[in-house]
Structure formats: C-alpha cells, structure tokens
C-alpha cells in the first residue's frame, strides 16, 4: 500500500492546487527537486558506511512489493504437527524441512541442545541481528526525511537571493518569490509523503517480523517442554488477532466432526 498511499497525497495536493485554480505545472522546478532530493541523499549517505548504502536498493524493493505479512497460522499448524509426531517419533524432528530458515534453525536447536534457555538465548540472537539490519533502512528514511525540508529551505534562499537581483524589475518579484518558495514545499511534502511513509513501513515490517520469530521460540521451547498440544494451542494462538483465533477454532471443530463421520 505505501506506492498507493504516496500517490494519493501527492494527488491530494494536486487536486488542492486545482480547486484554488493554481498551475500544477508550477511545482515541476527541477532545480528545486535536484537540490531537496540530491541534498537529502548525500546528506544521508554522508551518515552511513558504503556497506549499508548498498543495501537500500534492496531496501526499496521490500517497501514497494506488495508484502502480506509472515504466515502465522500456517506456521501455528506447523509447529503444533510436528510437535504431535515427535511425541511418538522423536527422529521425525531430523527430517523436517520447511522454507522458513529460523523454524529450521530452531529445530536443529532442538535436537543438538536439550537446555531450552540455551536454545531461547540463541534464537534471540538471532532476533538482535534481525532488528540491527532492518534499523538501517528504517534510520536511513528517516534521516532523509529530517534533511529534506532543511535543504527546501535552502533551495528557497539560493532562489531568494536570485529575486534580490531583480530589484530593478517589480513585474518579475511575484513570480520569481513563488517559483524560490517551491524548494520549500518540495523539501516539506517529501519528507512527510514519501521518505517518513517508507521509514513507518520498514519499523512496521521489522515490528511484526520480530512478533512472529518470539512466536516461533515460544512454540519450540513448548515442543521441547513436551507441552501438551492443547497448552500449545494456547500459547501459540495467543499471537493471533482475536479474529483469527475464531476462524482456527471453527476450522479445527469442522474438520474434527468430518473426522468422527468419515
């Protein structure tokens, strides 16, 4: 949703300018756009290592494709099955596969570690260098959103200056005031409907990514406690939005009555 969101407010302000009958093709200084966006760039850059930097195009790309979120109910259904089979077999746990690479790793915790706070402590771990890779995108939005309107207001004097050379012409001082205080309202609407919006994003995506991975150690040291699957249930569908909690419940009730009439 973020190229959407972005796209309505800057639609928003279009439609603003139309209804007070103003020029749309006003805003489209590019000096002014060259100096917020280019000023604001290198202003942030100037804060990062050149390893970080290189990450932000991959960065981009997260924000712009369509993200659902992780897969907390088919993970649930995963973790409360194996669990089921490893009561009876625990060599089932040495032959799970699944595209989740931290389940994984839990598992293989699971098996090489019988300490559980030694297994939690490494899965936090791993949560740790989660969140410091995914602040750098965040922080680095986020300072360009702080630069942007620093650098509009810069542009407004560099095209301030310009008008105080045309002291000699009153008939050009409006539209040369105008065109300088563009700078500004470029530097304001990008820091507040592109670089703030992306930076939200990416904390947000961080946020329910580190939810999901506590959710994940909380079902694996219950498998490891040999907590029973009802105690499991429990505990893992308390991460669930009470929604969704309703929805399992109906599903797990339908396909045990089709299981007793089979």
């Known amino acids: 949703m973020t190229p959407i969101g972005i796209l309505v407010a800057l639609g928003a ?30 202003a942030t850059m100037a804060g990062f290592d050149l390893k970080r930097v290189k990450r932000i195009p991959k960065v981009l790309l997260v924000v712009i494709k369509p993200n659902k979120g ?12 194996i669990a089921k089979q490893a009561r009876t ?27 559980p706070h030694r297994v939690e402590e490494l899965l936090n771990s791993e949560i740790e260098g989660l969140k410091e890779r995914h602040t750098v995108g965040a922080k680095f939005f986020s300072d360009m959103a702080g630069f942007s309107p ?8 560099v095209g301030l200056i310009g008008v105080l050379g045309q002291l000699s012409s009153p008939g050009k001082l409006g539209p040369a005031i105008a065109s300088a205080f563009t700078a500004t309202l470029w530097g304001v609407l990008l820091a507040n409907a592109v670089w703030l919006p992306i930076s939200n994003k990416l904390k947000r995506q961080s946020s329910d990514e580190v939810a999901f991975r506590q959710m994940v150690i909380e079902g694996l040291l219950a498998m490891q406690l040999n907590t029973s699957t009802t105690e499991l249930k429990d505990r893992l569908y308390a991460f669930l939005a009470p929604r969704e909690r309703v929805d399992a419940d109906k599903k797990q009730e339908k396909n045990e009555a089709s299981g007793e009439a089979a």
């Open 70 to 81: 992780p897969k907390i109910k088919g993970t649930i259904d995963q973790i409360v099955s």
């Open 150 to 157: 620093t650098f509009g207001i810069l542009g407004t004097v």
């Open 13 to 42: 302000l279009m439609a603003a300018m139309v209804l007070d009958h103003e020029s749309v093709a006003s805003l489209l200084k590019v000096s002014s756009l060259l100096l917020v966006v280019g000023g604001s760039l290198g």
């Open 89 to 115: 077999n625990p060599l089932i746990l040495e032959e799970f596969e699944t595209d989740d690479m931290f389940l994984k790793k839990g598992i293989q915790l699971i098996i090489s570690t019988s300490e």
